[in-house]
């Protein structure tokens, strides 16, 4: 599939927004609008690195279109760990607590990112409380289903695990 890459005259382009997906569907359009303004929008071409396992992070990645994956390299060889798509997000662990990625974000095709920092997704919060909570709730959300995702994928490995050996 060939990407299309807008172009500066298109007004969706110039003047990106953030769609009523992921984190902040919770968000009316104004404040959205709002947001926007507190961190940046990035192109990232096909193959591109976003995110390079090993580097510190303590940014938020709100994937606007376009599909990535998180990889990780083992002995040579590439694991893939999820595809990213519109509306998902990355590093929300990073913005509470900064540390270094635990893997590779990639670019499939053309992509279309916002990326706010800590700081940025700070000074939203004092400049719009209301607004500013409404968001930490959804990246909390999207937290709490990701840590049980993970605990529910552990279960079953562990439940695995107990019915081999009890045949073994």
């Known amino acids: 599939m060939t990407a299309v890459i807008p172009h500066m005259s298109n007004p969706e382009f110039s003047t990106p927004e953030l769609p009523a997906l992921g984190i902040v569907a919770a968000l009316d359009d104004d404040d959205r609008r709002l947001l926007s303004d507190y961190g940046e929008f990035l192109p990232v071409q096909a193959e591109a690195d976003l995110i390079k396992e090993g580097q510190e992070q303590d940014c938020l990645f709100f994937v606007i279109s376009g599909l990535l994956h998180a990889h990780s390299e083992k002995d040579g060889r590439r694991a893939l760990l999820g595809r990213i798509e519109p509306g998902e997000t990355?590093?929300?662990?990073?913005?509470?607590?900064?540390?270094?990625?635990?893997?590779?974000?990639?670019?499939?095709?053309?992509?279309?990112?916002?990326?706010?920092?800590?700081?940025?997704?700070?000074?939203?919060?004092?400049?719009?409380?209301?607004?500013?909570?409404?968001?930490?709730?959804?990246?909390?959300a999207e937290l709490s289903r990701r840590i049980r995702g993970l605990v529910d994928k552990l279960s079953a490995a562990e439940l695995e695990v107990a019915i081999q050996s009890h045949f073994h």
């Open 90 to 140: 990355i590093g929300e662990m990073a913005v509470f607590a900064p540390a270094a990625a635990s893997a590779n974000v990639t670019a499939q095709e053309f992509t279309q990112v916002w990326k706010a920092t800590r700081a940025d997704l700070m000074a939203f919060l004092e400049a719009y409380p209301e607004a500013g909570g409404r968001l930490l709730l959804e990246i909390a």
